[in-house]
């Protein structure tokens, strides 16, 4: 009998597909309000998950640098719901959340959810990272640090794993 190895896939390169992702230095988006507490669908300059900004050379490094850094804290904090394994249940959640000029998360919301408690986990997480001890790097507009709306596509997938049953 296979012995289960449980693994998380994030899918990091679709955050930028389902987020604010710009094409072209000069992309914009209208905010969702005209009032001075905007949230941006598309902004100049996308939020940065925090640790990257000490890189030298441009945003596009730090970018990459970013998301790596949002891989790596996903699978460090994400628990595999209890209820979605015992039940086989696998599939991708997408939570929706804003990040705050001031780098901090709010709103967070399942857009898509698969069940079985993943997209509650996948919010704990988001909520987490309200706890850090540094925040995100918020998206800017002319310069100005703005509100951004991000949409974070989180799979969860169990894998069997041969590897360990040839080990036993």
């Not at 949230?39 to 990459?64: H, N, S, T, V, W």
């Not at 997480?125 to 002319?142: K, T």
């Not at 100005?144 to 069997?160: A, G, T």
């Amino acid at each position: 009998m296979a012995v289960r190895n449980i693994s998380f896939l994030f899918s990091c390169w679709l955050i930028f597909l389902f987020s604010c992702r710009n094409e072209s230095a000069g992309t914009s988006s209208a905010p969702e309000t005209d009032s001075l507490d905007s949230i941006y669908q598309l902004a100049q300059e996308k939020p940065r998950f925090p640790g990257c900004e000490d890189l030298p050379g441009e945003i596009a490094a730090k970018q990459k640098c970013s998301e790596e850094k949002l891989l790596q804290y996903l699978y460090s904090k994400v628990k595999y719901p209890q209820y979605a394994l015992e039940n086989n249940i696998e599939g991708r959640c997408v939570i929706s959340f804003v990040v705050e000029k001031d780098g901090s998360i709010s709103q967070p919301r399942i857009v898509k959810d698969i069940g079985g408690g993943c997209g509650e986990e996948a919010i704990r997480v988001i909520q987490s990272m309200n706890e850090m001890p540094e925040r995100w790097i918020p998206g800017r507009q002319d310069g100005l640090p703005v509100r951004v709306k991000f949409n974070l596509p989180v799979k969860f997938q169990l894998k069997e794993s041969d590897e360990q049953e040839d080990a036993q």
